[in-house]
């Protein structure tokens, strides 16, 4: 369990994305052929940037995925440590008070 830190430390489920641009590409490249068959040019060049779009996050997803555990931490990477009131400031009263907006 990660503790409050989670906008630094966050994972990335690139595995999920892989599958889901890798769905896309395929029903966009089927999508193109279709539409060329049927005659429609304008739908095809659509599905066609589409495909494209897809297969440009699909390499940046395998590129992130090649690059190890930096950029995608697994489960044997232990959670960090607590703030312990870090974050917390004194105001002219001598009381604590949250510094975080």
């Excluded at 779009?53 to 190890?68: E, M, N």
């Excluded at 950029?71 to 975080?100: F, V």
Aim: glycine share 8%.
């Amino acid at each position: 369990m990660r503790s409050g830190d989670e906008p630094l430390h966050a994972r990335s489920p690139l595995r999920m994305r892989f599958g889901l641009a890798l769905w896309g590409l395929l029903w966009a490249i089927a999508g193109a052929v279709a539409f060329v068959m049927a005659g429609r040019p304008q739908w095809a060049a659509a599905c066609a940037a589409l495909a494209a779009l897809a297969a440009t996050d699909l390499a940046l997803v395998i590129r992130h995925i090649h690059q190890g555990p930096h950029y995608q931490p697994g489960r044997h990477i232990p959670p960090y440590a607590p703030d312990h009131g870090r974050n917390q400031t004194r105001d002219t009263t001598g009381r604590r008070r949250d510094s975080r907006p």
